[in-house]
Every structure is written in structure tokens, then in C-alpha cells.
């Protein structure tokens, strides 16, 4: 939807605010976000009791309204009604930047849509904060968030990501980063150069920083808690890409992605359809030979 919004201009709907939260340390709390918080008619807030905690230190009484990842279908035209009759929101996750792998983003395109002002707040942010510090290429970077919990899966996410140059941004829980470590070395080897965050802006704040067989091995040492961020470094020599090659006729090329990727021919008709940039209804009379 093309449209210019002017945040500055008197509205008669209220106004989404986006606003982040401190990862760790409530010192990093903006005067700026705790006076949106006050003024604001609601907190949409990814877990409410979470924030209830914040919203006591700094002693705000703004009402709750639970906004997280399982209910956001029903709750979006509720929000969406409120801020129409010309209420405010503010929306917060439990920790950092709305939207930034936690719950906002459907919100806001709800917003837009309905001709809501969004309004940004800058803050707090664990992928920025520990790119800065990390030593590696701060840019260009790629931000990817959470990796794929099953091992397949995860390992063709990494050949997907080999040839980046740029430095990778992920998050990743304790338990997980020495599996995740040796998906690494088995698909871009164990000299790349990796750092993982730990504990960011609190007390026990810790930055390991080496080849991923030496972080692999430091990681196997000890037992390791809290939150983490892993950044990876970037492919100096990526390999050139080789050219796509399909089969001749649209039929074969439907039932090549049918047996190799064990899609239904409705899948694979989709899949080359996406892959070709062509309409689906044209690979489904050719696969069907209409």
C-alpha cells in the first residue's frame, strides 16, 4: 500500500508506539519510553506479568493487555478497534525492539492498513549491541534471528547462508549452541571466525571470540546459561554460483521436484511456479496437459 505518514500531524484515530525494552540492564530504559508507557491508554505487552515488573520499578500504572505470539489473530482487531476510537497503544516484548523476532509486525501492518500512525521508539537492541562490540565487520550485516531447531533442517539453512559475506546475526539458548556450533564446522568448515554473546548488558556480560572449533571447545568445557548471541563472520572467497537448470518441459520439472523434494504435485506445481516466476494456473494445465 503506497502512502506517506506523518507522525507530527493531528490524528483522529490514537497512535501505535513501539517500544522497546531494556535486554538486561534497566538502566538503558529512555526517559522517552517511560514517559510513552505513562501516557499511553494501554500496554499491549508480550507477557504482561513480565512487564508488570518493569512497569513497578518505574513506577507506572498504564493498563495491560496481553499481546504474544499464540493469541495475535484475535487480538489484532481488538487493538485495532481501540486505536480507531482513538485510544493510544504502546507494544513491548519482554525484552529489546518490538518485531525484532518477537511479536509487532502483523500489528503494525494492521495499522498501516487501517490509516493508524506507528510511531518508533529507539532503543535497546541485543543483535546491534553485540555486533558493535564483536570485532567483526560491523557492515554490511545480515540479521537471521533464531536458527532451525532440527538438526536437517538447520544444516540446510547453514549451506543456504555459506556463501554470505557479510557478518550473520542469530540468537540461540544455551542448550543448543554446542549442537549448533558443530552444524557450523560440518557445513562452513572451522576456521570461520565466530563470537558469542552472553548475557548482554548485565552483570555476567561475556564475549567469547575465536575460530568455531576453539569457541566449540570452550564451549564444551563448562555449562553454559542465559541468553546468547552468536555472530557469525562473513565468506571471504564465496563460491560463484552455479547456474539453475530445469528440465525442458514444465510436466518434467513438476515431477523432478516430486520425487527429490517428496512434495504432492499441488506442492510441486506451487514450488516451479514460484521458481520460473510463472502463474501457477499455467504450470498446472501444462503438468495436467489441459
Known sequence: MFGTQKSYEAHETGTLYLVPTPIGNLGDMTFRAIEVLREVNWIAAEDTRNTRKLLTHF???TQQLSFHEHNTQERIPYLVELLTNGESIAQVSD???PSISDPGH??????????IPVVPLPGANAGITALIASGLPPQPFTFIGFLRRKKKEQVAQWEALKNKEETMIFYESPHRLKETLENIISVLGESRRVVVCRELTKRYEEFTRG????VLEWAKAGTLK???CLLVEGNSAPEPEASATYPDDLKSHVETVMADETFSSKEAIKQV???RNLKKQEVYQAYHEL
Do not use: P
Request: with cysteine.
Open 59 to 61: 513506577d507506572i500504572d
Open 95 to 97: 525484552a529489546g525492539m
Open 106 to 115: 502483523e500489528l503494525v501492518q494492521a495499522c498501516i492498513e487501517a490509516g
Open 211 to 214: 575460530s568455531v572449533r576453539e
Open 226 to 228: 542465559g541468553e546468547i
Open 273 to 275: 511456479a514460484k521458481i
